[in-house]
């Protein structure tokens, strides 16, 4: 029933019709912006595959420049996916968010971009840096849940790869268990944080596992390697996606 105050309808127009509205500029504001967010989450996972086929039918050539790529793809991913969503504390976040993936861009290449430090040590302190970053954004920044009993067993993973690794570490088996510890910290972490983060936590730390293995045990099996950059790619794509998740959240962003 039309309302008392209301005027008359215009001539030719029934009383109860609608007036349809055109959309406005900020009705679907997202779509072109989902769907580049989208083409540069397929380029990150599309170059992570190419970079393990590389791998299992070593292909040094293109496996060395495909590594290195997979970093910058990731960040860009995650800028196109919430460059218009990023309030005060969120551009913070954020900022530790690329942080952690510059910070792993610098491990995998620690070779081609520190020559002049030993390779190993160089890596490890770029993705022991890396990890703080990725504690801080899920333990302080993005938090939605308490630490549960679904990460007890990570000091038993620890001691079992400091037992397993550390006898044939040498002088870096202090730096591999200091590794270890911040690596568990990291899985730790994304419990507290957004979904998927955990099973990229998770990720992370087999795909180090594996490393470890194969970087101090003797005669470990070729499909080793491809194993270790799979699970790597998929644990630090899990690991951005559930932050710009958490950052795309009304009301969150890193408080």
Not at 118 to 123: E, F, G
Not at 186 to 195: D, K, L, M, Q, Y
Not at 212 to 226: E, G, I, K, N, V
């Amino acid at each position: 029933m039309p309302s008392p105050s209301a005027g008359p309808a215009p001539s030719g127009q029934h009383p109860t019709a609608r007036v349809s509205v055109p959309p406005t500029g900020t009705d679907r504001p997202s779509a072109p912006r989902d769907t580049l967010a989208a083409s540069a989450w397929f380029l990150y996972a599309a170059a992570v595959l190419v970079h393990v086929l590389a791998l299992a039918v070593d292909n040094a050539t293109l496996a060395g420049p495909t590594k290195l790529t997979l970093m910058p793809l990731l960040a860009v991913a995650a800028w196109l996916g919430v460059r218009h969503r990023l309030g005060g504390p969120g551009r913070v976040t954020f900022a530790l968010l690329l942080a952690a993936v510059a910070l792993s861009w610098l491990g995998d290449g620690a070779a081609t971009f520190t020559p002049f430090l030993p390779t190993l040590p160089a890596m490890l302190g770029f993705f022991g840096l890396a990890h703080v970053a990725y504690i801080v954004v899920f333990w302080r920044r993005l938090a939605v849940r308490p630490l549960g009993w679904a990460v007890a067993w990570l000091p038993v993973w620890w001691i079992g790869m400091v037992l397993t690794v550390a006898p044939h570490a040498g002088g870096l088996a202090v730096a591999v268990a200091a590794y270890g510890i911040v690596l568990a910290c990291t899985c730790a972490a994304s419990w507290r944080g957004p979904f998927p983060a955990w099973w990229g936590g998770i990720a992370f730390l087999v795909s180090d596992s594996i490393l470890a293995f194969r970087l101090f045990l003797p005669d470990m099996p070729h499909w080793t390697s491809p194993a270790v950059m799979l699970t790597y790619g998929v644990g630090q794509g899990l690991l951005v996606w559930a932050a710009c998740r958490g950052l795309s959240s009304p009301g969150r962003g890193g408080e």
